[in-house]
């Protein structure tokens, strides 16, 4: 009789479900197959059920961001066994393809985005890893795995986000959104030492927390604020020196690029649903440069050495914590943002 597990589906746009599913295999001496101790919601995996990423596969498993602990290994695994905590990339690559070895994980030729997208994931009991040597972080023993939980996602987003911006410390920065990626993004901007960090939300629960955890000098509502014209007077009438586009929402690649000053950095973070329009008319004699992602997921261990150091710490992302049979509430609360959520975790399904 074939074993099974539960997993939660994508079913096709709009629908996602808890159900058995076979368990997962070795396909290649690469693999291996991870039990998942940990997984999350993420604001991709609505995407995905918006109908949203084109790329994704009906009947997949959702989920790519997790960690868990290495069950089986194949023969060509080099750098993990079994029984080794990890935390999972969010992309699947080679290593040695032209795009990786220039840094470009997200781009390979044999990967990029697979896991919970066009590959079965992580929001389920077991996951089968391919790549295995490049698509692991080791959790050090005394790195818990909620704290190795957001490595290999929105951590990995932020720290590439931070990356690409070229901060400097007499910088201005914007950040627009302060949901899960945006606080993730917030934590890697500040290994920088900018001078001022402004963040704008919607959100007043979310504005506090970034005020709380020492990640913005001044928040801004956007429901109340105008955003441009304080921008403007916290930047003596400059703009802001980089701006990272975080939220996505319509209308926030428009304030990105009008809270920018001349010769500004704006790093586009978000994955929009729909398509957006660069009106070069209006930003003309700007000379503005723009960053777009996915994010090349490729300084998951320095990242790992940053949260084992205290360098960053993503426990207050944390609001809810609950098995896999509750998974479906998760995401009515998380898509609809209830209940203060940030971030809902998985933890393993109980029977």
Known sequence: MEKTMKAVVYKGKGEVALEDRPMPMLEQDTDVIVKVTLSSICSSDLHIKHGAVPRAKEDTVLGHEFVGVITEAGAGVRKFKVGDRVSVNVESFCGECYFCKRGYVNNCIHGGWELGCRIDGGQAEFARIPMADQALTLIPEDVTDEAALFNGDILATGYWAAQVADLKPADTVVVLGAGP????????????????VIVVDVSEERLKLAKEQGLADVTLNANTADIEAEVLKLTEGRGADRVFEVAGTMGTFEM????????????VVALYEEAVSIPLHQMYGKNLTFVTGGVDANSCEEIMTMVQNGK????????????????????????????????????????
């Open 181 to 196: 990626t945006g606080m993730c993004t917030l934590m890697s901007i500040r290994l920088y030492s900018p001078a001022k």
């Open 256 to 267: 990105a690029w009008k809270v920018a000053r001349p010769n500004a950095i704006v790093v």
């Open 312 to 351: 960053i710490d993503t426990g207050c992302l944390i609001t809810h914590k609950r098995p896999l049979n509750d998974v479906m509430e998760g995401y009515h609360v998380f898509e609809n943002r209830l209940d203060g959520v940030i971030k809902w975790v998985i933890t393993p399904y109980e029977r």
